[in-house]
């Protein structure tokens, strides 16, 4: 098992930032790729920011929504066994619950932060 419990959404005004972190616990050694996700009510979950798949070609790579490219970074800090999102220039269509994903690997376990709200309005 792994447990994830992401930190600190909140209420931002267009064009400021905040940082999301991901603590995770439990069979960290397992997991093979991680990433953001969110979630705007009525609508389907989408993949934010991620890190590409542990012994793929680009192996441990950042990859990016278009919608957020230019604006928001992804980073991990193994030592801690926190990910992070950090996320500039907020705009209120950013507005969602946001998700960190873990998996540990194709056709293995699949797990979810409780998610935390951002809310990006004036």
């Known amino acids: 098992q792994v447990q994830l419990v992401e930190s600190g959404g909140g209420l931002v005004q267009p064009g400021g930032s905040l940082r999301l972190s991901c603590a995770a616990s439990?069979?960290?050694?397992?997991?093979?790729?991680m990433g953001w996700y969110r979630q705007a009510p009525g609508k389907q979950r989408d993949l934010v920011a991620g890190?590409?798949?542990?012994?793929?070609?680009?192996?441990?790579?950042?990859v990016y929504a278009d919608s957020v490219k230019g604006r928001f970074t992804i980073s991990r800090d193994n030592a801690k066994s926190t990910m992070y999102l950090q996320m500039n220039n907020l705009k209120p269509e950013d507005t969602a619950v946001y998700y960190c994903n873990a998996d540990t690997g194709p056709g293995g376990y699949d797990y979810w932060g409780q998610g935390t709200q951002v809310t990006v309005s004036s």
């Open positions: 439990g069979r960290i050694f397992s997991i093979n790729m």
């Open positions: 890190f590409t798949r542990r012994g793929s070609p680009a192996g441990g790579s950042p």
